[in-house]
């Protein structure tokens, strides 16, 4: 089984900065496309960004867009999302995933292999 692990959650004052980390437990994503979604109490998960495997194109949800940027390192096979000017409503555990496409994506169905979430906290 192949697992995504994500790193670098926390708490963090409003205005701060988080960067999270994924990479897989086996073997290497470096011709997937990876994304980052999220998901608030009471909430559904929802799309917040996407990289391709080359980490040429990217794409954002209209509420992180200017503020979070995803970046992918294939030597090290991780791919990361840099969070700054966190607001409150960015408060939400944070979930990495793979497709098997080189292509980016913005809907959970998507996606084939997913991390177990990381919880980022930010106060106001």
């Known amino acids: 089984q192949v697992q995504l692990v994500e790193s670098g959650g926390g708490l963090v004052q409003a205005g701060g900065s988080l960067r999270l980390s994924c990479a897989p437990s086996?073997?290497?994503?470096?011709?997937?496309?990876m994304g980052w979604f999220r998901q608030a109490p009471g909430k559904e998960r929802e799309f917040v960004a996407t990289v391709d495997w080359s980490g040429g194109i990217t794409y954002y949800a209209d509420s992180v867009k200017g503020r979070f940027t995803i970046s992918r390192d294939a030597a090290k096979n991780t791919v990361y999302l840099q969070m700054n000017s966190l607001k409150p409503e960015d408060t939400a555990v944070y979930y990495c995933?793979?497709?098997?496409?080189?292509?980016?994506?913005?809907?959970?169905?998507?996606?084939?292999?997913w991390g177990q979430g990381t919880q980022v906290t930010v106060s106001s």
């Open positions: 995933a793979a497709r098997s496409s080189t292509d980016i994506a913005s809907m959970i169905r998507q996606y084939d292999y």
């Open positions: 086996r073997r290497t994503f470096s011709r997937y496309a």
